[in-house]
């Protein structure tokens, strides 16, 4: 029983556009999360995290927004870029008890 | 400046042969973590270390066992290797335990025929 969900296997977007990554979670304990992103034949890479104190937070060309309410979190790249081309992981923990991940969005920007 | 290494890169059993996949950190973080991934599913913890000379299960530890050698290296062991064990295996480090950015290495295949 899966407690964070990425229910979009994959999404394709064009250069320049913006890209919309989605993830829902179960446990309401959940206090911090995390979004990885990773490549072919590499492991995953920390991209940018938010704590459930906050609703937003922005780093670049990426922000997370989370919905406490609605148990769901998202990450957005404005612009994409072909280099964001890869698979997507969010992650979740209680009190840093343990990351709890998603199955991954595999993301594909053409050029 | 290495990160987490993992070796082998890939690996081919057969079912009931043992193995061990070796992973190093240089970055000497105190606490060291194992997953596997599997099509359709998230990372899942099979057993982390929290500092050396301890180590806990996580969500699926059946059929493994670790070593924390030292604060370096954490080795994950197969006794008996089942199909069921086909999967990509990562090893991942953090300065402490579940806080903040875990560093992952490059990932280790493996297949149980």
């Known amino acids: 029983d899966q407690q964070v969900k990425q229910n979009s296997p994959s999404l394709s977007v064009q250069e320049g556009r913006i890209s919309i990554l989605n993830c829902d979670y179960t446990?309401?304990?959940?206090?911090?999360f995390l979004w990885y992103k990773k490549y072919p034949a590499e492991g995953p890479t920390f991209l940018i995290s938010i704590s459930s104190i906050k609703d937003k937070n922005e780093d670049g060309r990426f922000t997370v927004f989370l919905n406490k309410s609605a148990k769901h979190l998202s990450l957005h790249i404005v612009p994409s870029q072909p280099g964001d081309s890869a698979v997507y992981f969010c992650a979740a923990s209680d009190n840093f008890n343990k990351f709890y991940f998603g199955s991954g969005t595999k993301l594909n920007v053409k050029p | 400046n290495a990160g987490v290494t993992q070796t082998p890169k890939f690996q081919v059993l057969k079912t009931g042969q043992s193995m061990t996949l070796q992973c190093a950190q240089d970055?000497?973080?105190?606490?060291m973590y194992w997953y596997r991934q599997d099509p359709g599913m998230g990372l899942r913890l099979i057993y982390y270390s929290a500092s050396e000379g301890t180590t806990d299960k996580g969500e699926v530890p059946n059929g493994y066992n670790v070593s924390r050698l030292n604060k370096r290296e954490f080795s994950l062991r197969l006794e008996s290797a089942a199909p069921s064990q086909t999967s990509v295996y990562f090893c991942?480090?953090?300065?402490?335990?579940?806080?903040?950015?875990?560093?992952f290495g490059p990932g280790t295949r493996l297949t149980v025929l």
């Open positions: 970055m000497n973080h105190n606490s």
């Open positions: 446990n309401s304990m959940f206090d911090y």
């Open positions: 991942a480090s953090s300065e402490a335990l579940y806080t903040d950015t875990q560093y």
